[in-house]
C-alpha cells in the first residue's frame, strides 16, 4: 500500500512556514510542515525581538517561533523533523525526500529562508545574539549610546552604519579594500555623517570576548601585514549578505541571479502548484513580519491552487 498523498507540505519553520501552517490547518489541509534539524531560522539567533507587533514588551526570538508552533500545532499541523535531502517537482504529485524517505504533496510551500553570510570565526558564532548581529533594523536601538563596528562594504553594510549612527555614539565600518561597493549616494550619505568613521584593508580576526559572554572589541589584521590591531567596541554587526536556502531548488524553478526564487502573483513560482514565502524569494525587507505576512499570502495561494484541482 502505497504512502497516502498529502494536500500541502511546508518547507521550512521560521515565521512564514508557521504562518502558512497556521492557514492551512485552519482551512482543514492537514498541513506537514517538515522544520529542518535547524528548527526555527533566524529568530532563534535573535536575544529581544521589540517590533513585532502585538508584543509592547518585546520578547526572545526563540519564544516568538515557540508560541507560532505551540499555535498552529493546535489547528492539526504536524511536524516531521529532518532535512530534506531531495526534491523532484518534475511531475505530480511532487516528492520530497526527508533523510531518504519519500513523501508526496499536491501543493508545495517554499519558506526555506536566507542564511546570514558570516565572516567564519568560532567567536562570531558563539557570540551571534549577545553583541553580534546580522540585522541592523533588528538589534540597532538595543546598541543606543554606544559603539559598534559594521563589517561590509556594499550597500547593505552602509545602509546599516547610516541607520546604526541613529543609536550609536559611534560607528566604524570596516572593510577589506580600500574604497567601498556601495552605491556613490549611499557612500556620499555615510562620508558626510561625522558618527561614522572607516577602517580600510582591515580583516577581522577575533572577536572579544567569549569569557564574558558578550562583545567588547575586535581584533582587525591590516591587509599584507602581520600587525595586529584591537578596537573597542560595543557590538559587532555583519553585512556582508545573505544566501538564499535555494540550492534543492536550483534547475527546477525560475531564481535571480542570486538565488532568490523569483515570484509572481503573489508568492506563485514557475511551477504551478509550488508556492515561496518569506527570505526564501524576499531580499528586500528581510523582517520578521513581511515573512509572516508572506506565508499567510502562501497559505491562501496554496488553498485556492488546492481548490481549483477539485
Known amino acids: 500500500m502505497s504512502d497516502p498523498v498529502e494536500d500541502v507540505i511546508i518547507l521550512g519553520s521560521g ?12 482551512a482543514n489541509l492537514r498541513p506537514l510542515l517538515i522544520e529542518g534539524t535547524e528548527a526555527g ?44 535531502t531531495a526534491v523532484d517537482l518534475s511531475r505530480r504529485p511532487f516528492t520530497i525526500t526527508v533523510e531518504n524517505e519519500a513523501r508526496q504533496t499536491n501543493a508545495l510551500i517554499i519558506a526555506t529562508g536566507a542564511s546570514a553570510n558570516l565572516i567564519g570565526l568560532e567567536s562570531e558564532r558563539k557570540l551571534l545574539g549577545h553583541g553580534v548581529s ?13 559603539h559598534v563596528a559594521i563589517v561590509g562594504g556594499g ?12 543609536f550609536a555614539t559611534k560607528v566604524t565600518l570596516i572593510h577589506r579594500r580600500d574604497k567601498l561597493r556601495a552605491s ?4 556620499e550619505r555615510a562620508f558626510k555623517n561625522p558618527k561614522i568613521e572607516f577602517l580600510w584593508n582591515r580583516t577581522i580576526v577575533e572577536i572579544l570576548d567569549v569569557s564574558q559572554g558578550k562583545v567588547t572589541g575586535i581584533t582587525t589584521r591590516v591587509d599584507g601585514l602581520t600587525l595586529l590591531e584591537t578596537l573597542n567596541c560595543d557590538g559587532v554587526f555583519v553585512a556582508i549578505g545573505h544566501s538564499p536556502n535555494t540550492a534543492l531548488f536550483s534547475g ?7 538565488g532568490y526564487i523569483v515570484t509572481h502573483h503573489g508568492t506563485m513560482t514557475s511551477i504551478p502548484g509550488v508556492f515561496a514565502a518569506g527570505d526564501v524569494q524576499d531580499h528586500v525587507y528581510k523582517q520578521a513580519i513581511t515573512a509572516a505576512g508572506s506565508g499567510c499570502m502562501a497559505a491562501l495561494d496554496a488553498e485556492r491552487y488546492l481548490e481549483n484541482l477539485g
Not at 507560532?68 to 499541523?77: D, K, L, N
Not at 546580522?134 to 554606544?146: K, L, M, V
Not at 556613490?184 to 557612500?187: L, T, V
Open 134 to 146: 546580522t540585522c541592523a533594523t533588528c538589534d540597532g536601538f538595543f546598541f543606543r549610546d554606544q
Open 15 to 26: 515565521p512564514a512556514g508557521l504562518t502558512s501552517s497556521l492557514y492551512t490547518a485552519r
Open 155 to 166: 550597500d547593505s553594510a552602509v545602509e546599516e552604519a547610516i541607520f546604526l549612527a541613529k
Open 184 to 187: 556613490k549616494i549611499m557612500q
Open 41 to 84: 531560522g533566524q529568530l532563534v539567533l535573535t536575544t529581544l525581538v521589540e517590533n513585532y507587533p502585538g508584543f509592547p514588551d518585546g520578547l526572545l526570538g526563540p519564544d516568538l517561533i515557540r508560541s507560532m508552533r505551540q499555535q498552529t500545532e493546535r489547528f492539526g499541523t504536524r511536524f516531521l523533523s529532518g532535512d530534506v
Open 252 to 258: 527546477q524553478l525560475e531564481m535571480d541571479e542570486r
